[in-house]
């Protein structure tokens, strides 16, 4: 996710062969890469601008390219379930959160939301990212260093639904199994006006959710969900691909506003 | 989508009743904005923190919200039709733009997807929008100010499919009736590896758009629509809403390679 | 629903126009039926075959079909929410009546799924359709009647979720808010291997029956729902429909078989 | 599809082990059903209802059940690709046909659509069924045996793009690779309002077909197609399945009406 137009020793590449196929691999000088289509020689990409060609050992065409944000959540290690791209993009975009942002995420799992998060909120904003299994972030934080986004993000190994730390933030942003005990802590956290959003893949789980933010007099409480359906593109054959991801989860957002007076949470 | 927290005259804030009423608004001091449900006083605003709420001359509750990215593209003012906040959403996703950004697009329409794109690059990106109606640019350039992002764009009042001005940019993103005649001018100006996104409402404008890619050697070209499914959430009576949008448009990506050595395309 | 090929007096037609509009009336002699497209006369019809063309008092043309089943659903009188063509189809395939078969139906509504159900088991089978509402039985056996299907109706002004008079039913098909109280009643009047479906809006009603069926040893349990989307179709300019039915219901269905031994149903 | 009740040798039944696991076999005296969860003795179920319950050698419980249209259409051997149950009713019942009905449909394929039709059109209705493959309607031959449906269908080792044989239909229903060829056939074939119905996977073969049916003067032309998505149901954990067939085809329907005058397919 840098600027720098020339493939250099140390930067990550996506070795691209076809929709398929493709790796997000180091650049390393000397060292070779091998595929089932044969081995391709870093060497022979040191020095050339991004979008580059190469024949691999076997003769098979490859590309070599930078990998984007959504390159680096397909490819994030999967510990845990991936979240989605499109959840990932709908997520940002109906949180309101863009550069400068304060995010509290939760749960970190393998980082695909949150090197989404932190690339946004880039270069003055944060993301401080709840998740009670270390292992998990671990891997995180790895695939975080791959995207150069480690700076922008506190791992904390702690469990939301117990409290959060932070105030004043922007954006509560919340992927895990329980996401309604998160919701008195989400309020207290949120600035006024502030966003929560919260991905869950069962119908009872956004039930839950949606009456605890109601509880809790967040406004503009909605929620929807995004089937993506690939098309299959060629004159003379063009349709919707016979198989699809049916569905991915629900998308519940809604934004902080102040209690009423004589509120049973006025103290809180 | 300033960051000071206090509401202040001159400050854009959403004025919300319930999710189908909600008003984006200038605060004046000493003026009142007029609702079927009552007139609210701007004094009764100024100074107090976001997520306020405040009753209108009739008693009926309002907030007053910081408005957020998809607040501003749902209130543009439609001179055009308007790009969804999903697709947007989608479309900046998959081109893998973010701060820094350096972003070509057309048509500017009324602006919804510029302001997308010209919060997601700041603060040191830039976003050159093509468009050969003055009159709409002159709306999306009302609409960049609202959301005090026109710093981060250059309208220009000229037709994309004569040419692009730019080069080494990021990404291409077009919302127009005919794609396919820009593919060539989007691999010119594009870096190596960067990303070129189109929308289209039709088929036959996808087909033609892929097969103009494909000639001009774009790999990992793809496409696919967002099909956005509202829920009706309560407890004992929560269902998939009756009516929805059925169809927006289908997002067409792909990445700039170099041209094969010896392509007709070498020299250009 | 005859077969008789010329139109005569005392026939429906469904006078067609396009699309949006199409009129479901009986043939009278010296008669005319008036539009705001204009009158057409019905002598100018009768004795003609169906499929004519003819041209109103403003030289507006209009077609004189047959009326098949899907009119008839879309046309019966809306007292209540009408069930959907594609999902009475649906409830039809997967319940696997057919000529012959014995059913038993609730809530009979305005006829529509009755009407369909008496459709495809003529010319020996037969449908008990309960309802508690006398005024909806009324409009019912009035559309059925138009369909000149009544003869294979009994319409009975019972609550089915007290119990079901018949017994070795082949199907018993549900469209009414409570399914699951009907559930074990089902078990006691459909024969072994018979097929209970239930259509239901929302998804608290879905896993009410649901449990009720597996409690009742149902096997090959199921749901499902329809999205049904309508395309554009126009050379350069196909697409789906902008606006469509997001939501009409889900679809729950199984098959009976014998309790186990020691079940605590046995003796029911 | 017989009415008797009780289960006897030669009889086809459902042996039903769970919802992905079920097998339409023929009862044989004195012989095995060998499964991976044993094996099950015809004896044990000869003379039984349908609905009941055994248990294999292993213990693993089994139903008979009476096989219904769904099951047929599912079970139908898959020489061809197969026309699934969805697109099926909805064919049916959008072609407005039923008990009586004359047919005439192509191409037969493994007789899936066969099946339905003429389970539908029984006692007194029948299919003329046109394939130019005669490997595929001897499979489809043994499948409508096995549903004792054969007597209803005329199987045609005949090419329907050049010309259709019968007059006075009802429905033309298509499911081959080029239906606009067979368009002004099926005009000339239909009865006076009889309905057109052709399904087919891909935008382009769509288009054609429309256009087709416009010049040939059908009125109520008409394209959509059915997303089916199951449902996971269990209380705590309801959601929509996570993989799912995206799409199968496009059904597009007509009713056909007499040529205008001076109309240049007058004399056809």
């Known amino acids: 996710m840098t600027n720098c137009e020339s493939i250099e020793e140390g930067d990550y590449i996506l070795l691209f062969l076809d929709r398929r196929r493709s790796y997000l691999i180091r650049v390393e000088k000397g060292a070779q890469f091998h595929t089932h289509k044969g081995f391709v020689e870093f060497d022979d990409v040191i020095g050339k601008e991004y979008g580059t060609r190469m024949k691999s050992s076997l003769g098979v065409e490859f590309a070599a390219l930078k990998p984007l944000l959504p390159d680096f959540i397909y490819k994030a290690q999967r510990k ?27 749960g970190t799992g393998a980082g ?15 993301v401080h990212s709840y998740d009670v299994r270390a292992e998990f972030q671990r891997v995180a934080l790895k695939n975080l260093k791959k995207a150069q986004l480690d700076e922008f993000v506190e791992v904390k190994e702690k469990d939301i639904t117990l409290g959060i730390d932070e105030t004043e933030v922007d954006a509560v942003i919340l992927d895990l199994a329980t996401p309604w005990l998160v919701v008195p802590h989400a309020h207290r956290a949120l600035k006024g006006g502030g966003s929560l959003v919260s991905f869950s893949p069962t119908i009872d789980q956004v ?11 967040f406004v503009n409480v909605g929620t929807f969900e995004c089937i993506m359906r690939e098309m299959q593109v060629m004159r003379g054959k063009t349709r919707p691909q016979t198989l699809m991801t049916g569905h991915t989860g629900y998308i519940t957002h809604g934004r902080k506003v102040s209690y009423r007076n004589g509120s049973e949470f006025e103290s809180a």
Do not use: C, W
């Open 80 to 106: 845990s379930q991936i979240t989605y791209p499109k959840d990932v993009a709908l997520m940002v975009m109906f949180s309101g959160v863009g550069p400068g942002s304060k995010i509290v995420e939760a």
């Open 207 to 217: 039930v839950q959710t949606v009456e605890a933010m109601q509880i809790h007099h």
């Open 112 to 126: 695909a939301l949150t090197t989404a998060l932190a690339s946004y909120v880039r270069p003055n904003g944060y």
